[in-house]
T-cell receptor
Framework: LAKTTQPISMDSYEGQEVNITCSHN???????ITWYQQFPSQGPRFIIQ???TKVTNEVASLFIPADRKSSTLSLPRVSLSDTAVYYC????????????????FGQGTTLQVKP | GAVVSQHPSRVICKSGTSVKIECRSL??????MFWYRQFPKQSLMLMAT?????????EQGVEKDKFLINHASLTLSTLTVTSAHPEDSSFYIC???????????????FGPGTRLTVL
């Protein structure tokens, strides 16, 4: 499983766009990149998943360069309620005898949104 | 998204007692569930992979005799912390994997967590 590296913490203000970058230099060909959000004393919540280029949904965008050694989660116009820990995970999406699809969490990025 | 529940949400017990935590997938069948533990200000640590109808697979360093996992049905997995001690106090989170398609794993949905405090 590829190791991920993220900034430990970030600060932002309401209404700003926030970009959190994750490094995953050892990502494998079959690995997907997934981001989760976690509020205190709650389970993680899926935000977005991608394999290459750009993925966008109603809450975020995920940018993945051609070499896939990093990815950037973009949160448009954050609000106070976006204060949380954001985890970048890399793992196999395709089932196989050599992997169980388990998710290994790194340290995550604590985002603090200020008024 | 799909819903995963955990029960209880919070439990306080005396040292030496055993505590059972339930994880249920409410609107889908999950052949695989996962158990995590999270200490304050730390990330989630995977404890074990629970497969319906078979023995759980434990991560390195996790005592299988202390953390008993039973995945008796496609919607229920239980984690029993046996002879709990204060150092077992933690936030326990389960996740359930939805069925996939085309050889691809389904999405994992996480439960709300169970706060265990051992006195």
């Amino acid at each position: 499983l590829a190791k991920t590296t993220q900034p430990i913490s970030m600060d932002s203000y309401e209404g700003q766009e926030v970009n959190i970058t994750c490094s995953h230099n050892n990502i494998a060909t079959n690995d997907y990149i997934t981001w989760y959000q976690q509020f205190p004393s709650q389970g993680p919540r899926f935000i977005i998943q991608g394999y290459k280029t750009k993925v966008t949904n109603e809450v975020a965008s995920l940018f993945i360069p051609a070499d896939r050694k990093s990815s950037t989660l973009s949160l448009p116009r954050v609000s106070l309620s976006d204060t949380a820990v954001y985890y970048c995970l890399v793992g196999r999406a395709k089932a196989g005898s050599s992997n169980t699809g388990k998710l290994i969490f790194g340290q995550g990025t604590t985002l603090q949104v200020k008024p | 998204g799909a819903v995963v529940s955990q029960h209880p949400s919070r439990v306080i017990c005396k040292s030496g007692t055993s505590v059972k935590i339930e994880c249920r997938s409410l609107d889908f069948q999950a052949t695989t569930m996962f158990w995590y533990r999270q200490f304050p200000k730390q990330s989630l640590m995977l404890m074990a992979t629970s497969n319906e109808g078979s023995k759980a697979t434990y991560e390195q360093g996790v005592e299988k005799d202390k953390f008993l996992i039973n995945h008796a049905s496609l919607t229920l997995s239980t984690l029993t912390v046996t002879s709990a001690h204060p150092e077992d106090s933690s936030f326990y989170i389960c996740s359930a994997r939805a069925p996939g398609s085309g050889g691809t794993y389904g999405e994992q949905f996480f439960g709300p967590g169970t706060r265990l405090t051992v006195l």
